[in-house]
């Protein structure tokens, strides 16, 4: 399996709080990428990031921000959680830019907004 | 943009029955196409995938083909196990950064 781990696997925050989810990769790879799983919506893009300090807005960006100050991690940030941010999050990770090479998931995390 | 369509669930059948899920998508250019597999309580796993028209994926009994003509890729398997059940997610992907556009989902439920 892929190195990869995300924390929190649980949160549960009120609407207004600030938030942050962690990525954490052993696999020294170029690409990471943030998603949120919705029933009837498949998995979402949110960010992404190409390099250490490059990153660029997916399909769903508003209301979250990224960092990347480290191969190894990636934050997202929501900056005052809404109900609406409650899902299920998921970071993935890629070698290369060709769409040839699969992408590495994480386990997920579950995020609950009240 | 791109887009993926895939058949709603949940599809269920009885072990050993024939499995289609059907997937279309919508793309500029020639992307590859992905049958992605999340079992209960873990993240996405690759499945199967190719590459260009005509390809044939195949995995672990399960088989899709690039249909450029239909811009289909149905997930096929011949007989399926309870093992099996899951959540199932169609996905292309082409353009830079290697992004990656899912379908909805199909959960499968095989009962025994």
């Known amino acids: 399996d892929a190195g990869i781990t995300q924390s929190p696997r649980h949160k549960v925050t009120e609407t207004g709080t600030p938030v942050t989810l962690r990525c954490h990769q052993t696999e020294n790879h170029r690409y990471m990428y943030w998603y949120r799983q919705d029933p009837g919506h498949g998995l979402r893009l949110i960010h992404y990031?190409?390099?250490?300090?490059?990153?660029d807005k997916g399909e769903v960006s508003d209301g979250y921000s990224v960092s990347r100050s480290k191969t190894e991690d990636f934050l997202l940030t929501l900056e005052s959680a809404t109900s609406s941010q409650t899902s299920v999050y998921f970071c993935?990770?890629?070698?290369?830019?060709?769409?040839?090479?699969?992408?590495?998931f994480g386990p997920g995390t579950r995020l609950t907004v009240l | 943009g791109d887009s993926v369509t895939q058949m709603e669930g949940p599809v269920t059948l009885s072990e050993e029955a024939f499995l289609t899920i059907n997937c279309t998508y919508t793309?500029?250019?020639?992307?590859?196409l992905f049958w992605y597999v999340q079992y209960p309580g873990e993240g996405l796993q690759l499945l199967l995938k190719a590459t260009k028209a005509d390809d044939k994926g195949s995995n672990k009994g399960f088989e899709a083909t690039y249909r450029k003509e239909t811009t289909s890729f149905h997930l096929e398997k011949g007989s399926v196990q309870v093992s099996d059940s899951a959540v199932y997610f169609c996905s292309i992907g082409g353009n830079a950064g290697n992004m990656l556009t899912f379908g909805g989902g199909t959960r499968l439920m095989v009962k025994p």
């Open positions: 793309a500029t250019g020639y992307p590859s």
């Open positions: 993935a990770i890629s070698e290369s830019s060709f769409n040839v090479n699969e992408q590495f």
């Open positions: 990031s190409y390099g250490v300090k490059d990153t």
